[in-house]
């Protein structure tokens, strides 16, 4: 049962551009979602998080948008630059245990 | 501040064989994550410890897989017997404890490339 799903597995955006992307999950428990990043060969990097008590959250060129009411959050990229290519993935849990991992979009920034 | 460790890198067994692999936590944290991640999924968890206390063990396969985290620190994963479906990469990760209503981000190790065949 996935519960946290990336619908886009890859997505291809000019450098200087906006890079969007999305996530939704089914569990209206979850309180706490996270993006991170992978290249390849390598973990998952924390790149950002939102708690439910909020709808957006901001850090440089990272945003994250969280709709509650449509269960689907999204984060933003402004601008993309050719290092943010990698694997992206979304994350949910309720109260901090069992995170629930989605199964990613391979972000492409072209120069 | 060092990461989190892991080992070995890369592993290659047949089936019906055990496995180890280790992990060694951010220092002073007290929460430690074991996921599989399968080729084109996301991570899926295995097992979350509170220093030497399992909190969340129930994707964990119990008749071939087992973990332990004896003083609250290093952690071992173990597979016996493997499948030819147990080929993945299995992360480790850890963060400060995490409480109600408040969470940590996680940090990932490199992860172990396990190949069954």
């Known amino acids: 049962d996935q519960q946290v799903k990336q619908n886009s597995p890859s997505l291809s955006v000019q450098e200087g551009r906006i890079s969007i992307l999305n996530c939704d999950y089914t569990?209206?428990?979850?309180?706490?979602f996270l993006w991170y990043k992978k290249y390849p060969a390598e973990g998952p990097t924390f790149l950002i998080s939102?708690?439910?008590?909020?709808d957006k959250n901001e850090d440089g060129r990272f945003t994250v948008f969280l709709n509650k009411s449509a269960k689907h959050l999204s984060l933003h990229i402004v601008p993309s630059q050719p290092g943010d290519s990698a694997v992206y993935f979304c994350?949910?849990?309720?109260?901090?245990?069992?995170?629930?991992f989605g199964t990613g979009t391979s972000l492409t920034v072209i120069p | 501040e060092a990461g989190v460790a892991q080992s070995p890198r890369y592993k290659i067994i047949e089936k019906r064989q055990s496995v180890a692999f280790w992990c060694n936590p951010i220092?002073?944290?007290?929460?430690l994550y074991w996921y599989q991640q399968i080729l084109g999924q996301g991570p899926k968890l295995l097992i979350q410890f509170q220093n030497n206390g399992v909190v969340d063990d129930s994707q964990l396969p119990k008749d071939r897989f087992s973990a332990e985290r004896l003083k609250g620190v290093d952690s071992t994963l173990k597979i016996q017997p493997a499948k030819l479906e147990d080929s993945a990469v299995y992360l480790c990760?850890?963060?400060?404890?995490?409480?109600?209503?408040?969470?940590?981000?996680?940090?990932f190790g490199p992860g172990t490339r396990l190949t069954v065949t």
């Open positions: 220092s002073g944290h007290a929460t």
């Open positions: 569990n209206s428990m979850f309180d706490y």
């Open positions: 990760a850890s963060s400060f404890a995490a409480s109600w209503g408040m969470t940590y981000e996680q940090y």
């Open positions: 939102i708690s439910s008590i909020k």
């Open positions: 994350a949910a849990s309720s109260s901090g245990n069992q995170f629930y």
